[in-house]
């Protein structure tokens, strides 16, 4: 068990540093292009950010996370391939990100003149479309380390390498006057491309006899694919609905205050990268009792790493709050709010990893659904009465019902309670 625990923090502490270094690089990113290109170009760049992953999380139908779960099991990956999952996830993925990337350019002046009415941003999104590809390999790419659980190439592939090949392209652009701010954008599609083709090379796309149908691979990652989109819809609900029913400036007040927030999301999304693959291997192995004690020190981990954080956040709320400006105080009870859910998140943490690496995928989907149709709806009865607060305390529900029906079907199917 001590042998578990030295694992876990072992690798979450590899995976964590990384993380806060590759967030270090792109703080030093948003300054450099803010500085030399202007605050309308850096909001440009983040919205062609946000699609981009948002389309990469859509197209990429969910495989990526499904091949995590493939390659922790024996009978798929033993150092090598056993069957042939990889070459087909990679075959789905390519003609899913040609389409994406057809799509993408043939509605450019949909997203960019109608919705977010822009003059620039169609000719941004065409970028976008001639690399979307290899950002979907990418993504492919970076969750297959993850599921041979070599989490120091995984962290140096996402949070590190990209970063700075898009420090290296944009000072190499700029050192030869091309200065143009579509240079910026050819910078971050370059870095994301080039670590994406570089990871094809890793992934072993070779032959073998063992088929893995592709109907199976489809039946295993659609659920995981609307999981993933219910709960971006969920943490996107707030900003959205906040954006039709209150002031600019509360929808800025509630942003930064969830921003602050967010921070305990750190420790929560680095111990689930290392705790997913293990999850999906013990259940293959069908080792239950180790399963049971690698989730409670995933948990205790969380916990005991994101108390203090929270902690600081409640009690310097308004000198955190106060560097965004006297305004943003108001965002008080807000950043409360949301530290309290994102702790019952630390508290259950890994419940939403342990059902989709149990074939259990499918009671998750529904779960995220009901989450979202709760959040919305609470959105819309609390934001007229109680503007942002009301926004907070939506999201705070929202969580506690996913975390806590969570737990309820991790115990009824697997046995155990899989809290701290």
């Known amino acids: ?96 990100g040609l389409v994406g990337s057809l799509l993408i350019y043939t509605t450019s002046n949909l997203f960019g003149y109608t919705i977010f009415h822009d003059s620039q941003l169609p000719e941004a999104l065409k970028y976008l479309s001639y690399f979307f590809v290899f950002l979907i390999f990418h993504n492919f790419g970076t969750q297959f380390l993850s599921g041979t659980k070599n989490f120091l190439a995984y962290s140096l592939s996402l949070f590190i390498f990209p970063n700075i090949l898009f420090f290296v392209f944009l000072f190499l652009f700029r050192s030869l006057q091309l200065i143009s701010e579509f240079y910026v954008l050819l910078s971050y599609l370059l870095s994301l491309s080039i670590v994406g083709l570089s990871l094809l090379f890793v992934v072993p796309l070779q032959k073998v006899s063992k088929e893995y149908p592709f109907r199976n691979l489809i039946k295993l990652s659609f659920p995981i694919l609307l999981s993933s989109a219910f709960l971006s819809i969920s943490s996107w609900t707030d900003i959205f609905m906040l954006g039709t029913m209150a002031t600019k400036a509360e929808v800025g007040i509630y942003s930064a205050a969830y921003k602050l927030a967010t921070i305990t999301l750190l420790v929560i999304l680095t111990v689930n990268i290392i705790i997913a693959p293990k999850i999906a291997e013990l259940y293959h192995l069908n080792n239950m009792k180790q399963l049971k004690s690698e989730v409670r020190n995933a948990n205790r981990l969380m916990t005991y790493l994101t108390v203090p954080i929270i902690i600081v956040l409640l009690l310097f709320r308004k000198f955190l709050l106060g560097w965004f400006g006297i305004a943003f105080l108001s965002g008080e009870l807000v950043l409360i709010l949301m530290s309290l859910g994102f702790l019952v998140n630390a508290f259950c943490g890994t419940v939403t990893h342990i059902l989709n690496m149990t074939n259990y995928q499918k009671i998750l989907r529904n779960l995220t659904l009901a989450m979202a149709i709760l959040n919305i709806s609470l959105n819309f009865l609390l934001i007229p009465k109680f503007g942002i607060n009301g926004a907070a305390a939506a999201s705070l529900i929202s969580q506690v019902f996913l975390n806590a029906t969570a737990v309820y079907y991790v115990k009824k199917h697997l046995g155990f309670w899989a809290l701290l």
Do not use: C, W
């Open 1 to 96: 068990m001590k042998s578990d625990l030295k694992y876990l923090i072992h690798n979450s502490s590899l995976t964590f540093i990384l993380r806060i270094l590759g967030m270090g690089l792109g703080y030093l990113i948003a300054i450099y292009i803010s500085k030399f290109y202007g605050a309308e170009v850096f909001g440009r760049y983040s919205i062609l950010v946000t699609f981009s992953q948002f389309s990469i999380m859509i197209f990429s139908l969910g495989i990526p996370i499904a091949v995590v779960k493939l390659t922790s099991e024996t009978q798929h990956y033993n150092k090598t391939p056993v069957s042939d999952y990889l070459v087909r996830a990679a075959v789905v993925l390519l003609f899913s």
